[in-house]
């Protein structure tokens, strides 16, 4: 397709999917074929759990990236400690009251940050500063509270802090599946919904969605995932297994679904990886660990991936400025030309070197590469395929011009003018017939 | 750090006597709530010029990097140079905190490119650089003042013992040598681990080896009995100097800068025609910020330090508009703060309200069996604290608090509608559709209210005396007439100001 | 032009306040079917408030809007809006195609995906405003005009009566102003209504045959040849004007 940005894109970024899922499938058996490592059951537990956390946070955590929300995210997460507290003292060590707990606290925190918006002059990053702070420092204190109760049962609470994955047993894994599967089902049938809202919350409010009702839904099903990520990844540490996927998968395509998807294999790379690890080195704590592997997917990403990463676009700049100044550089060369007698008549090389400086030099190098030019006894001399092409160029920029100024007289079609594209693949024969007659120079003009 | 110490406590002997002071500073709560208050300050002090140019959230990111240049300083002095480690040492501190401001402007270079979102910054690097300090922390240092539980609460309960000894009479020195009658010798098998035999065995060889040869201050040496007369000694504890420091420096920045920070926050780009060069009003505030979160890292830990200089300016900000009154009433509610703090740790909420029998309600309430005594982490209680004074200051300020705030949109909401129904009498009157737009008994349907609120609008013109019904249609009296002309024109008036969207 | 019985747009007594200050007030104004309309004012005089307000996108203090005698809830599928360019994030992941078929979500309802059909229309009006060939393309690669043209034609594949349009000619370049134009006239020969918040003086007479002048209150509405005097101009911006009519500065100046 003509305007096709990068060709080839969707399936490349379909391919990459595949390719990850298969090979996260198969760590572990190829792992123990090809090395003779062994998983224990519990490791096997962990892995699992970790890798369901990191698709659920990955493909929540793109609309948190896109909502440019991710200091709510941080926020939320740290505010969820006092609930997770409180819990435990109300109802005990299980796991879906703390869970509970752990969302209603978040949820009160995010109700005081709109309190304060809604009533004070306090600006949103401040509001969020003073919930983070506040209620992390509740939790502290609840949890010293809860240390100081001789009953050892309290064993264990301090993992929401920084995560531990070896806590993870599978009672956890099959109640955080199954709530993520109705998290993940809600994403599918409101897919639309949160599309437009997310990208366009005005125009969506004109059409008679309800849009408060839609934001107040994804917000809920954001906060449902920073619960149950909190075992794995901490309140502190959360923010970012939940924006990290999201933000390298952004590097990699331009489609939503795509990202989503790519998130969501993103996090659970990183989410079993990082749970795996430290499963079996318990001095290590799983919330850095996970942060860390998502944070090299991150990077990586910023690098590499086509069309955004930093070495492409790096690439990218440098064909089109040679490709640009390749364009200045001919027709320079093919004006000086035929001011001074024909088109094969050579011009000096000091000439066009101080008309373009270091852009010549690119320009120059480009053209002579490519056979338009070569340097004779007295300077620059355009071969035939030069002059061709610069005659070309030099009448499709007169078109363009053309175009630009009579379009609307002429009654022309409206395509989007490129001016460095062929006029005649944007626009009918008769069109262009209409434009030649209006050339500067010609009978009609 | 150590002839300033002594300084501070000859200045403070000219008022106390020796035992006084130790007895003060001997004291947990003294200790603790001092160094409190002296965090409270200047965070809250540097935090109103944080607050006033948004960047509230750059303490949250340099108290996330500082933590990564607390650990690696610390590595570097354990692993490489072999010395104790110590993080109220001022060249960790002031290691640690260029290493944050450092962080800190490579990332602000960042999002200037326009590669990272500024919130994708703060939700993903900062995290991860705290990421690799805990992990650092975890794996690779075994000491007990900087676990994880340091980085998170840190130690303000026990920083009375994290102490320097100050000798100032009878000061002796000690330095024990093998032949030194108080000299422990024991005896140590040279060969025996190597041969892999028992100390009994005969082939063992033995050497003479002094226990406890070495120098002796004159607090070690009287603690160890190797003096007879008592030295007398001043016991002051390491995080006093190291706040206090971080207390003057802030304080005298404020002094001296004040025109500076007040223009550049203000109006930067006046600042900067005027030649004050605002960047390096910015520069400086994050290095103090990164040096204040440095040197309360050993009391309160990385992440409660945030509340410190978020949380007090918030609150002066909503009770007062004067940059300098905001300057002196931020410190004060995070001194506060601290002080009421170590009460609440210790169960008594604002110094009198017991904890105790709030718990003993709960357990009534829900048929709990909690313990009743409440005995908490103190730097978390110092920052519940602060948070309510916030709390008190937002309900109650007159000027922004909730209750005058909803008092004063009700009344204003109550002359609008005077203003809406009273403009729409005005241009409806002597009009051909006045009949049908101005019948009192179908007024309420144009505006889509309900009859009763019209009703209740419609009285209180009429109780005003600004509008009369004539034959079912209301109409403006002269008094009404000119109520209308007068607050459209100030209200029109107020719409051709350029720039109000 | 004809003025039939039942106006495309009728409000009525509208007042809409932020914080309790009017941002429009008291405003009463019918638009007859099939006109070209422009709103025009100073900054701050509630143009773009006045159809956020029509469109119940923001809260009315009081007063009624209808659309052809149905309120809105009733009349959604007549109404179309496009938004000021700025309000969204056109780093969104998404092509220019996606854009256009969102203007259809509306009609599809709750849990239905856009399926071929949909395409079809989403390309025939991307046909329309000339960009075609930019359907696969990210919506980040494209200009300020062409940015606006996906949102035009995101509003034209709605099929409605009545557009809305929020200052669809600001910071453009010149093909998509006569684009923008040139589709303005077809939708008013197609017996549309169309009303446009327009900052541009100099083009008013020339672009629209109605013109609704607006400073908090409305101060004139009707057709352009009759409201649109330099009197009227002078009452709503308050002195100060000058602009170009038929090749001639006209400046009015405070009395």
Known sequence: ?445 | MMPLERFLIEFLLNFLTRGELNALLRSPQNTATLIGCLIAISGALLGVFLLLRGMSLTSDAISHTVLLGIVVAFLLMTKVFGVAGDTSSPWLILGASLAGVGTVLLTEMLYRSGLVRQDAALGLAFPLLFAIAVILVSRFVDDVHLDEDAVLVGEIGLAWANSNSHCFEHCETVTVTEDHPAAKMTRQCLNCRALGISPRDRRAEFIEVCGNCGDYSPARAWSAGLLEREPALVFFPKSIAVTSIMTLLTLAFVLVFYKELKLSTFDPALAMALGFRPGLMHYALMILVSLVAVGAFDAVGSILVIAFFIIPPAAAYLLTDRLALMLLLSPLIGAAGAYFGYDLARGQLFGFIPIAEGIAAVNRLFGLALIEAWDSSISASMVLMIFILFTLAWVLSPRYGLISTLIRRAIRRRLFEDQVVLAHIHNHQHTAQAATELRVATLHAHFRWTPRKMGRVLARLRALGFISIVAGGALLTERGDGHVHRFRKTMLEAHNMPGVD | MEHPDRPALSIDDLTVAYQEKPAIWDIDLDVPEGVLMAIVGPNGAGKSTLIKAALNLIPRAAGSVSFSGLPYERARSLVAYVPQRGSVDWDFPTSVLDVVTMGLYGKLGWFRRPGPSERELALGALEQVGLADFAERQISQLSGGQQQRTFLARALVQDAQIYFMDEPFAAVDAVTENAIVNILRQLNQRGKTVLVVHHDLQTVAEYFDWVTLLNVEVIAAGPTSEVFTLENLQKTYGGRVSYLHGGQLMTASAP
């Open chain 1, 1 to 445: 397709m003509a305007g096709r940005a990068f060709p080839g894109e969707d399936r490349r970024v379909w391919l990459i999917i595949a390719a990850i899922v298969l090979g996260g499938a198969l760590v572990i058996p190829l792992s123990q074929a090809l090395f003779g490592l062994r998983f224990t059951y519990t490791v096997r537990v962990v892995a699992l759990g970790g890798a369901i956390l990191g698709v659920l946070s990955g493909a929540l955590g793109c609309f948190a990236v896109l909502r440019r929300e991710s200091l709510v995210g941080d926020a939320l997460s740290h505010a969820a400690l006092p609930g997770v507290a409180i819990a435990f003292l109300l109802a005990g060590r299980e796991l879906s009251p703390l869970l509970i707990g752990a969302g209603v606290a978040s949820w009160l925190g995010l109700r005081f940050v709109a309190a304060l918006l809604t009533t004070t002059r306090i600006k949103q990053d401040t509001a969020l500063g003073i919930v983070l702070a506040s209620w992390f420092a509740a939790g502290i204190a609840l949890l010293a509270y809860i240390q100081s109760i001789p009953d050892a049962s309290q064993a264990g609470l301090d993992h929401f802090i920084f995560g531990q994955a070896a806590a993870i047993i599978e009672s956890d894994v099959r109640l955080v599946s199954a709530v993520g599967a109705v998290v993940l089902l809600a994403l599918a049938l409101f897919w639309k919904e949160f599309k437009l809202v997310t990208f366009d919350a005005e125009f969506a409010g004109a059409n008679g969605f309800r849009v408060g009702l839609i934001n107040a839904l994804l917000s809920t099903l954001v906060v449902v995932t920073i619960v149950l990520g909190l075992q794995l990844a901490g309140v502190i540490l959360m923010v970012g297994m939940l924006i990290a996927p999201g933000v390298a998968a952004r590097q990699w395509t331009q489609k939503l679904d795509q990202m989503v998807i790519l998130a969501a294999v993103f996090g659970a790379f990183s989410g079993g990886l990082g749970a795996v690890i430290s499963a079996l080195d318990s001095d290590i704590p799983t919330g850095p660990m996970i942060i860390v592997v998502a944070f090299a997917l991150v990077l990586m990403s910023l690098f590499l991936a086509p069309g955004r990463g930093l070495l492409w676009s790096r690439l990218r700049g440098r064909a089109n400025r040679r490709r640009f100044a390749a364009r200045n550089t001919l027709r320079d060369l093919y004006r000086y030309a035929l001011a001074h007698g024909a088109a094969e008549s050579p011009v000096p090389d000091a000439f066009i070197r101080g008309v373009g400086d270091r852009s010549a030099e690119l320009g120059l190098s480009q053209l002579r590469g490519d056979g338009h030019v070569r340097l004779g006894a007295d300077g620059w001399q355009l071969s035939q395929s030069g002059i061709d092409l610069a005659r070309r160029d030099g009448r499709n920029q007169a078109l363009w011009n053309v175009y630009r100024l009579h379009a609307h007289e002429l009654n022309l079609p409206i395509v989007a003018e490129e001016r460095y594209v062929d006029i005649a693949s944007r626009l009918p024969a008769a069109a262009i017939a209409e434009l030649e007659r209006r050339l500067p120079g010609s009978a009609g003009g």
